[in-house]
Protein backbone atom coordinates (compact mmCIF):
# COMPACT_ATOMS: atom_id res chain seq x y z
CA UNK A 1 0.00 0.00 0.00
CA UNK A 2 1.33 3.40 -1.22
CA UNK A 3 -0.15 6.66 0.90
CA UNK A 4 1.31 9.06 -1.11
CA UNK A 5 -0.88 7.33 -3.79
CA UNK A 6 -3.86 8.05 -2.22
CA UNK A 7 -3.75 12.03 -2.49
CA UNK A 8 -4.16 11.84 -6.20
CA UNK A 9 -6.77 9.74 -5.87
CA UNK A 10 -8.75 11.64 -3.66
CA UNK A 11 -8.17 14.76 -5.63
CA UNK A 12 -9.37 12.96 -8.72
CA UNK A 13 -12.67 12.18 -6.81
CA UNK A 14 -13.24 15.31 -5.66
CA UNK A 15 -12.73 16.35 -9.40
CA UNK A 16 -15.25 13.63 -10.43
CA UNK A 17 -17.59 15.43 -7.88
CA UNK A 18 -17.21 18.66 -9.17
CA UNK A 19 -17.68 17.86 -12.67
CA UNK A 20 -20.92 16.00 -12.27
CA UNK A 21 -22.11 18.69 -10.08
CA UNK A 22 -21.44 20.95 -13.29
CA UNK A 23 -23.04 18.65 -15.32
CA UNK A 24 -26.43 18.18 -13.29
CA UNK A 25 -26.38 21.66 -11.35
CA UNK A 26 -29.73 22.85 -12.27
CA UNK A 27 -31.38 19.94 -13.79
CA UNK A 28 -34.41 20.31 -11.96
CA UNK A 29 -36.36 23.29 -9.43
CA UNK A 30 -34.48 24.35 -6.80
CA UNK A 31 -31.26 22.02 -7.14
CA UNK A 32 -28.18 24.33 -6.70
CA UNK A 33 -30.10 27.05 -8.85
CA UNK A 34 -27.15 29.57 -7.97
CA UNK A 35 -24.58 27.39 -9.76
CA UNK A 36 -26.12 28.76 -13.51
CA UNK A 37 -24.59 29.44 -16.39
CA UNK A 38 -25.72 32.65 -16.69
CA UNK A 39 -29.20 34.05 -15.77
CA UNK A 40 -31.64 36.65 -18.28
CA UNK A 41 -32.75 39.45 -15.50
CA UNK A 42 -36.04 40.65 -17.41
CA UNK A 43 -37.66 42.04 -14.60
CA UNK A 44 -37.40 45.35 -16.10
CA UNK A 45 -38.28 43.98 -19.40
CA UNK A 46 -40.64 46.82 -21.19
CA UNK A 47 -38.73 49.90 -18.89
CA UNK A 48 -38.24 51.53 -22.25
CA UNK A 49 -41.97 51.21 -23.30
CA UNK A 50 -42.56 53.11 -19.45
CA UNK A 51 -40.16 55.46 -19.98
CA UNK A 52 -41.41 56.57 -23.40
CA UNK A 53 -44.79 56.35 -22.15
CA UNK A 54 -44.61 58.56 -19.05
CA UNK A 55 -42.91 61.35 -21.20
CA UNK A 56 -45.77 61.82 -23.35
CA UNK A 57 -44.88 59.91 -26.37
CA UNK A 58 -49.01 58.71 -26.41
CA UNK A 59 -49.13 59.19 -30.60
CA UNK A 60 -47.07 55.73 -30.25
CA UNK A 61 -49.72 52.59 -29.81
CA UNK A 62 -46.94 50.29 -28.43
CA UNK A 63 -46.86 52.78 -25.72
CA UNK A 64 -50.97 53.49 -26.16
CA UNK A 65 -50.89 49.87 -25.06
CA UNK A 66 -48.17 49.87 -22.12
CA UNK A 67 -50.68 53.08 -20.63
CA UNK A 68 -54.09 50.35 -21.04
CA UNK A 69 -51.70 47.35 -19.02
CA UNK A 70 -50.35 49.90 -16.16
CA UNK A 71 -53.34 51.45 -15.80
CA UNK A 72 -55.92 48.29 -16.26
CA UNK A 73 -53.23 47.50 -12.68
CA UNK A 74 -53.06 50.36 -11.35
CA UNK A 75 -54.42 54.50 -12.18
CA UNK A 76 -50.29 55.26 -11.04
CA UNK A 77 -47.67 54.53 -12.91
CA UNK A 78 -45.28 54.68 -10.24
CA UNK A 79 -47.08 51.81 -8.86
CA UNK A 80 -45.46 49.82 -12.12
CA UNK A 81 -42.05 50.46 -10.56
CA UNK A 82 -41.69 47.38 -8.98
CA UNK A 83 -42.34 44.04 -10.96
CA UNK A 84 -43.17 45.00 -14.62
CA UNK A 85 -42.46 41.67 -16.06
CA UNK A 86 -45.58 40.24 -13.84
CA UNK A 87 -47.46 42.75 -14.96
CA UNK A 88 -46.42 42.07 -18.78
CA UNK A 89 -46.83 38.32 -18.12
CA UNK A 90 -43.19 37.06 -18.58
CA UNK A 91 -41.09 35.93 -15.27
CA UNK A 92 -37.95 37.90 -13.58
CA UNK A 93 -35.34 36.06 -14.51
CA UNK A 94 -34.86 32.56 -17.44
CA UNK A 95 -31.46 31.12 -16.03
CA UNK A 96 -29.61 28.68 -18.52
CA UNK A 97 -28.07 25.74 -17.05
CA UNK A 98 -26.25 22.44 -19.42
CA UNK A 99 -29.60 20.55 -19.09
CA UNK A 100 -32.27 22.78 -19.42
CA UNK A 101 -33.16 26.51 -18.10
CA UNK A 102 -35.18 27.08 -14.87
CA UNK A 103 -37.30 30.22 -14.48
CA UNK A 104 -39.16 32.04 -11.85
CA UNK A 105 -39.40 35.35 -9.96
CA UNK A 106 -37.15 37.34 -7.55
CA UNK A 107 -38.55 37.54 -3.54
CA UNK A 108 -39.39 39.40 -2.20
CA UNK A 109 -39.08 42.16 -4.80
CA UNK A 110 -36.87 42.26 -8.35
CA UNK A 111 -35.96 45.61 -6.94
CA UNK A 112 -33.74 46.58 -4.19
CA UNK A 113 -35.33 49.43 -1.63
CA UNK A 114 -34.60 51.07 1.21
CA UNK A 115 -35.55 48.17 3.07
CA UNK A 116 -34.94 45.62 1.01
CA UNK A 117 -30.99 45.21 0.54
CA UNK A 118 -30.00 43.44 -2.64
CA UNK A 119 -28.37 40.77 -0.53
CA UNK A 120 -31.98 39.59 0.17
CA UNK A 121 -33.12 38.91 -2.92
CA UNK A 122 -33.55 35.27 -3.87
CA UNK A 123 -34.48 33.26 -6.89
CA UNK A 124 -37.82 31.78 -6.65
CA UNK A 125 -38.22 28.89 -9.12
CA UNK A 126 -41.27 28.37 -10.65
CA UNK A 127 -40.59 25.58 -13.24
CA UNK A 128 -37.61 24.22 -15.22
CA UNK A 129 -37.96 23.06 -18.83
CA UNK A 130 -37.17 19.40 -19.83
CA UNK A 131 -33.98 18.38 -19.36
CA UNK A 132 -32.62 17.81 -23.08
CA UNK A 133 -29.11 16.09 -24.13
CA UNK A 134 -27.22 18.91 -26.12
CA UNK A 135 -29.64 21.52 -24.70
CA UNK A 136 -29.07 25.12 -26.04
CA UNK A 137 -30.73 28.16 -24.06
CA UNK A 138 -33.03 29.88 -26.45
CA UNK A 139 -34.13 33.28 -24.49
CA UNK A 140 -36.20 34.19 -27.41
CA UNK A 141 -38.69 30.68 -26.88
CA UNK A 142 -38.79 30.94 -23.62
CA UNK A 143 -40.00 34.55 -23.37
CA UNK A 144 -42.48 33.41 -26.18
CA UNK A 145 -43.17 30.45 -24.34
CA UNK A 146 -44.06 32.61 -21.06
CA UNK A 147 -45.92 35.10 -22.79
CA UNK A 148 -48.07 32.44 -24.87
CA UNK A 149 -48.67 30.64 -21.22
CA UNK A 150 -49.63 34.33 -19.13
CA UNK A 151 -52.60 35.23 -21.14
CA UNK A 152 -51.55 38.61 -21.46
CA UNK A 153 -52.12 39.96 -25.11
CA UNK A 154 -48.74 41.12 -26.07
CA UNK A 155 -45.88 39.82 -28.26
CA UNK A 156 -42.23 39.77 -27.78
CA UNK A 157 -42.52 42.32 -31.33
CA UNK A 158 -44.23 44.84 -28.99
CA UNK A 159 -41.74 44.60 -26.34
CA UNK A 160 -39.14 45.57 -29.03
CA UNK A 161 -37.04 42.51 -28.31
CA UNK A 162 -34.01 43.17 -29.97
CA UNK A 163 -33.18 40.10 -33.05
CA UNK A 164 -29.51 40.86 -32.42
CA UNK A 165 -30.01 38.89 -29.14
CA UNK A 166 -31.22 35.99 -30.85
CA UNK A 167 -28.41 36.13 -33.50
CA UNK A 168 -26.11 36.42 -31.14
CA UNK A 169 -27.50 33.80 -29.23
CA UNK A 170 -27.59 31.47 -32.54
CA UNK A 171 -24.05 31.84 -33.37
CA UNK A 172 -22.58 30.27 -29.91
CA UNK A 173 -25.45 27.35 -29.49
CA UNK A 174 -22.66 25.16 -30.96
CA UNK A 175 -20.30 26.36 -27.66
CA UNK A 176 -23.21 25.31 -25.19
CA UNK A 177 -23.68 21.80 -27.34
CA UNK A 178 -19.90 21.12 -26.91
CA UNK A 179 -20.17 21.79 -23.65
CA UNK A 180 -22.34 19.10 -22.80
CA UNK A 181 -20.26 16.47 -24.70
CA UNK A 182 -17.06 17.56 -23.38
CA UNK A 183 -18.73 17.29 -19.63
CA UNK A 184 -19.69 13.74 -20.41
CA UNK A 185 -16.40 12.88 -22.01
CA UNK A 186 -14.70 14.66 -19.12
CA UNK A 187 -16.37 12.99 -16.52
CA UNK A 188 -15.92 9.34 -18.08
CA UNK A 189 -12.26 10.01 -18.81
CA UNK A 190 -11.63 10.93 -14.41
CA UNK A 191 -13.80 8.44 -13.92
CA UNK A 192 -11.09 6.17 -15.65
CA UNK A 193 -8.21 7.76 -13.87
CA UNK A 194 -9.82 7.16 -10.87
CA UNK A 195 -10.00 3.38 -11.23
CA UNK A 196 -6.52 3.27 -12.67
CA UNK A 197 -5.44 4.75 -9.11
CA UNK A 198 -5.94 1.36 -7.51
CA UNK A 199 -3.37 -0.63 -9.25
CA UNK A 200 -0.71 2.31 -7.83
CA UNK A 201 -1.70 2.13 -4.61
CA UNK A 202 -1.06 -1.42 -4.03
CA UNK A 203 1.76 -1.83 -5.99
CA UNK A 204 5.11 0.25 -5.84
CA UNK A 205 6.16 0.09 -9.52
CA UNK A 206 7.00 3.03 -11.84
CA UNK A 207 4.54 1.65 -14.48
CA UNK A 208 1.34 1.99 -12.39
CA UNK A 209 2.44 5.34 -12.01
CA UNK A 210 3.39 6.06 -15.15
CA UNK A 211 -0.05 4.56 -16.68
CA UNK A 212 -1.90 6.97 -14.35
CA UNK A 213 0.15 9.90 -15.54
CA UNK A 214 -1.10 9.16 -19.14
CA UNK A 215 -4.83 9.05 -17.95
CA UNK A 216 -4.78 11.79 -15.31
CA UNK A 217 -3.53 13.63 -18.50
CA UNK A 218 -6.06 13.35 -21.42
CA UNK A 219 -8.75 13.89 -18.30
CA UNK A 220 -7.06 17.15 -17.32
CA UNK A 221 -7.13 17.87 -20.64
CA UNK A 222 -10.85 17.20 -21.60
CA UNK A 223 -11.82 18.98 -18.50
CA UNK A 224 -9.86 21.68 -19.74
CA UNK A 225 -11.47 22.44 -22.24
CA UNK A 226 -14.99 22.52 -21.42
CA UNK A 227 -13.85 24.55 -18.94
CA UNK A 228 -12.48 27.07 -21.72
CA UNK A 229 -15.55 26.77 -23.48
CA UNK A 230 -17.99 27.22 -21.15
CA UNK A 231 -16.43 30.61 -20.01
CA UNK A 232 -16.19 31.67 -23.26
CA UNK A 233 -20.56 31.03 -23.62
CA UNK A 234 -20.78 32.71 -20.68
CA UNK A 235 -18.72 35.53 -21.39
CA UNK A 236 -19.54 36.01 -24.88
CA UNK A 237 -23.62 35.52 -24.00
CA UNK A 238 -23.55 37.88 -21.17
CA UNK A 239 -22.20 40.27 -23.20
CA UNK A 240 -24.22 40.26 -25.97
CA UNK A 241 -27.19 39.90 -24.11
CA UNK A 242 -26.18 43.65 -22.21
CA UNK A 243 -25.05 44.72 -25.22
CA UNK A 244 -28.51 44.86 -26.81
CA UNK A 245 -31.10 43.90 -24.21
CA UNK A 246 -30.07 47.05 -21.92
CA UNK A 247 -32.21 49.12 -23.93
CA UNK A 248 -35.12 47.31 -23.11
CA UNK A 249 -34.74 46.64 -19.38
CA UNK A 250 -33.20 43.12 -19.91
CA UNK A 251 -29.73 42.16 -18.53
CA UNK A 252 -27.50 39.00 -18.10
CA UNK A 253 -26.02 38.09 -15.03
CA UNK A 254 -22.81 35.48 -15.90
CA UNK A 255 -22.58 32.38 -13.14
CA UNK A 256 -19.55 33.51 -11.23
CA UNK A 257 -20.03 29.81 -8.89
CA UNK A 258 -20.36 27.58 -11.94
CA UNK A 259 -17.11 29.16 -13.41
CA UNK A 260 -15.68 28.48 -9.79
CA UNK A 261 -16.51 24.75 -9.58
CA UNK A 262 -15.50 24.10 -13.31
CA UNK A 263 -12.25 25.59 -13.09
CA UNK A 264 -11.73 24.26 -9.39
CA UNK A 265 -11.65 20.42 -10.86
CA UNK A 266 -9.79 21.65 -13.80
CA UNK A 267 -7.27 22.49 -11.17
CA UNK A 268 -7.56 19.35 -8.98
CA UNK A 269 -7.04 17.17 -12.42
CA UNK A 270 -3.70 19.12 -13.19
CA UNK A 271 -2.47 18.47 -9.23
CA UNK A 272 -3.85 14.82 -9.66
CA UNK A 273 -1.25 15.23 -13.25
CA UNK A 274 1.83 16.58 -10.84
CA UNK A 275 1.12 14.20 -7.76
CA UNK A 276 1.55 10.87 -10.41
CA UNK A 277 4.59 12.93 -12.46
CA UNK A 278 6.05 12.62 -8.62
CA UNK A 279 5.18 9.13 -8.20
CA UNK A 280 6.89 8.30 -11.23
CA UNK A 281 10.02 10.02 -10.60
CA UNK A 282 9.67 8.41 -6.70
CA UNK A 283 8.96 5.23 -7.81
CA UNK A 284 12.23 5.28 -10.21
CA UNK A 285 14.09 6.55 -7.31
CA UNK A 286 13.29 4.00 -4.85
CA UNK A 287 13.88 1.23 -7.40
CA UNK A 288 17.63 2.39 -7.74
CA UNK A 289 18.28 2.76 -4.27
CA UNK A 290 17.07 -1.12 -4.02
CA UNK A 291 18.69 -2.54 -6.72
CA UNK A 292 22.43 -0.14 -6.30
CA UNK A 293 23.39 -2.49 -3.43
CA UNK A 294 23.31 -5.22 -5.11
CA UNK A 295 25.37 -4.01 -8.10
CA UNK A 296 28.00 -2.92 -5.70
C1 LIG B 1 -35.95 54.81 -17.80
O1 LIG B 1 -35.89 56.01 -17.05
C2 LIG B 1 -35.19 55.89 -15.82
C3 LIG B 1 -35.26 57.20 -15.10
O2 LIG B 1 -36.34 57.94 -15.52
C4 LIG B 1 -33.72 55.53 -16.12
O3 LIG B 1 -33.02 55.33 -14.91
C5 LIG B 1 -33.70 54.23 -16.88
O4 LIG B 1 -32.35 53.90 -17.24
C6 LIG B 1 -34.53 54.34 -18.16
N1 LIG B 1 -34.56 53.03 -18.76
C7 LIG B 1 -34.38 52.82 -20.06
C8 LIG B 1 -34.41 51.41 -20.51
O5 LIG B 1 -34.21 53.74 -20.84
C1 LIG C 1 -56.30 51.86 -24.74
O1 LIG C 1 -57.52 52.20 -24.10
C2 LIG C 1 -58.29 53.14 -24.84
C3 LIG C 1 -59.54 53.47 -24.05
O2 LIG C 1 -59.30 53.40 -22.71
C4 LIG C 1 -58.68 52.52 -26.20
O3 LIG C 1 -59.38 53.47 -26.98
C5 LIG C 1 -57.40 52.13 -26.94
O4 LIG C 1 -57.74 51.46 -28.13
C6 LIG C 1 -56.57 51.21 -26.07
N1 LIG C 1 -55.32 50.95 -26.78
C7 LIG C 1 -54.85 49.73 -26.97
C8 LIG C 1 -53.57 49.63 -27.73
O5 LIG C 1 -55.43 48.74 -26.55
C1 LIG D 1 -32.56 43.10 -12.38
O1 LIG D 1 -32.31 44.10 -13.33
C2 LIG D 1 -32.66 45.42 -12.88
C3 LIG D 1 -32.42 46.43 -13.98
O2 LIG D 1 -32.12 45.87 -15.18
C4 LIG D 1 -31.86 45.78 -11.65
O3 LIG D 1 -32.22 47.04 -11.20
C5 LIG D 1 -32.14 44.74 -10.57
O4 LIG D 1 -31.34 45.01 -9.45
C6 LIG D 1 -31.84 43.35 -11.08
N1 LIG D 1 -32.28 42.41 -10.07
C7 LIG D 1 -31.47 41.46 -9.56
C8 LIG D 1 -32.06 40.59 -8.51
O5 LIG D 1 -30.33 41.32 -9.94
C1 LIG E 1 -39.52 47.50 -0.43
O1 LIG E 1 -40.13 46.37 -1.08
C2 LIG E 1 -40.95 45.57 -0.22
C3 LIG E 1 -41.43 44.38 -1.02
O2 LIG E 1 -42.10 44.76 -2.17
C4 LIG E 1 -42.08 46.42 0.33
O3 LIG E 1 -42.88 45.63 1.20
C5 LIG E 1 -41.49 47.61 1.06
O4 LIG E 1 -42.54 48.47 1.48
C6 LIG E 1 -40.56 48.40 0.15
N1 LIG E 1 -39.93 49.45 0.93
C7 LIG E 1 -39.89 50.72 0.52
C8 LIG E 1 -39.20 51.68 1.44
O5 LIG E 1 -40.37 51.08 -0.53
C1 LIG F 1 -42.13 30.64 -4.38
O1 LIG F 1 -43.09 30.35 -5.38
C2 LIG F 1 -44.11 29.48 -4.97
C3 LIG F 1 -45.00 29.24 -6.16
O2 LIG F 1 -44.28 28.96 -7.30
C4 LIG F 1 -44.89 30.09 -3.82
O3 LIG F 1 -45.88 29.17 -3.39
C5 LIG F 1 -43.94 30.41 -2.69
O4 LIG F 1 -44.63 31.06 -1.65
C6 LIG F 1 -42.82 31.30 -3.18
N1 LIG F 1 -41.86 31.52 -2.12
C7 LIG F 1 -41.60 32.73 -1.63
C8 LIG F 1 -40.55 32.82 -0.57
O5 LIG F 1 -42.17 33.72 -2.04
C1 LIG G 1 -41.87 17.87 -21.24
O1 LIG G 1 -42.14 16.50 -21.09
C2 LIG G 1 -43.54 16.20 -20.92
C3 LIG G 1 -43.70 14.70 -20.74
O2 LIG G 1 -42.55 14.12 -20.30
C4 LIG G 1 -44.32 16.67 -22.16
O3 LIG G 1 -45.71 16.42 -21.95
C5 LIG G 1 -44.09 18.15 -22.36
O4 LIG G 1 -44.74 18.58 -23.54
C6 LIG G 1 -42.61 18.45 -22.46
N1 LIG G 1 -42.43 19.88 -22.54
C7 LIG G 1 -41.69 20.46 -23.46
C8 LIG G 1 -41.57 21.91 -23.38
O5 LIG G 1 -41.14 19.83 -24.35
C1 LIG H 1 -46.69 30.89 -29.04
O1 LIG H 1 -47.93 31.05 -29.71
C2 LIG H 1 -47.79 31.27 -31.11
C3 LIG H 1 -49.17 31.46 -31.70
O2 LIG H 1 -50.05 31.98 -30.77
C4 LIG H 1 -47.12 30.07 -31.75
O3 LIG H 1 -46.93 30.31 -33.12
C5 LIG H 1 -45.76 29.84 -31.09
O4 LIG H 1 -45.18 28.66 -31.60
C6 LIG H 1 -45.92 29.70 -29.60
N1 LIG H 1 -44.59 29.63 -29.03
C7 LIG H 1 -44.26 28.81 -28.05
C8 LIG H 1 -42.85 28.84 -27.64
O5 LIG H 1 -45.05 28.06 -27.52
Same mark, same amino acid.
Given at each position: ???????????????????? =???? @??????????????????? +????????????????????????? /??????? #????? @??? =?? !? #?????? &?????????????????????????????????? +???????????????????????? *??? %?????????????????????????????????????????????? @?? /??????????????????????????? %???? &??? #??????? #?????? *?? !????? *?????????????? &? %???? =??????? %??? +??????????? *?
Amino acid at each position: MRLSALIPALCCTAALVLSF =LCLF @AGNKENFMEDYHLLTLNTS +RIGENLLNSSTSGNSDNTISNLFHN /ITNSISN #KINDA @AGD =LA !E #KLGVDD &FYSAHILDYCYGDYVPTPLANATVSSSDIHKNVT +RCSNRTAMFHFDPTEALQRSLNQS *GVD %ITLDDLQWPKDIQNGIDAIKILQETVFVLYCISIGLIFLALIAAFP @AL /IAAGRMAACLNVMVASVAFIAIGLASA %IVTA &FIV #KGSHLIN #KYGNEI *GV !EAHRG *GRFLAITWAATALM &F %ITLL =LWCFETC %IGH +RRKERYVAPKR *G
